[in-house]
């Protein structure tokens, strides 16, 4: 019985956050109550507070169990151990924007986590988290082009930080005009056209290639 009872407290939390990401999605954060959240669910207020404290904490919750593309393309870098080629980097972002073109629910969150949301009262945690995905994504990068320097493969004029925020911007800029018009452009074609060009910006040279 209790493991009953723990399977259904579980289904019930993650039929709130399916209809959240719902909400959230047609009326914005902001214009999103919990009573708006649980009258969509079928559920009442008190069941939204048994599993969460307040609205920024079922936004984490909802972005938590969703991986957002910048923190899989972080995720990507994580394999500094595995020391990544540029190659090897290259193509795990692209295999980061074929997965957001794919994934329904990727897209949906990353839309309400880039245009839906707005960083005021209590949304303040919300911004935390973002700036925490943001930093460890920049960092992961960073130590991956700085093994790419110690190798040989990336130039030094410019310092791996640097060339690591640019490509987290370049990222994040290709993400962000694609949710707001899909159909303006390829996002992998461009988004590997784009990659390609950045990374051979920062690559050394090679001899005989002009």
């Known amino acids: ?103 329904p629910q990727m897209k949906r969150v990353f839309a309400i986590a880039t245009h839906k949301v707005e960083y005021i009262g209590e949304l303040d945690a919300v911004r935390d988290r973002h700036l925490s995905v943001r930093n460890a994504c920049v960092a992961e990068v960073e130590r991956t082009l700085k093994q790419a320097t110690r190798r040989g493969d990336l130039s030094r004029r410019v310092p791996a930080r640097a060339a690591a925020i640019g490509l987290h911007a370049l990222l994040d800029g290709l993400l962000q005009n694609w949710m707001l018009d899909p159909s303006a452009f390829n996002l992998v074609k461009v988004g590997s056209q784009a990659l390609d060009a950045y990374l051979s910006s920062l690559a050394v040279p090679r001899a005989g290639v002009t």
């Open 1 to 103: 019985m209790a493991r009953r009872t723990k399977e259904d407290a579980q289904a019930t939390r993650s039929h709130i956050l399916d209809t959240a990401e719902l909400v959230f999605e047609a009326h914005g954060v902001a214009g999103t109550s919990l009573q708006h959240i649980a009258r969509a669910a079928g559920v009442t207020r008190g069941a939204i507070y048994w599993h969460f404290k307040d609205k920024a904490d079922l936004f984490n919750a909802m972005m938590a169990r969703a991986t957002l593309p910048l923190e899989e393309s972080g995720a990507v870098c994580g394999l500094v151990n595995a020391d990544l080629s540029l190659r090897e980097l290259r193509d795990g972002f692209v295999a980061v924007l074929r997965r957001v073109v794919a994934d």
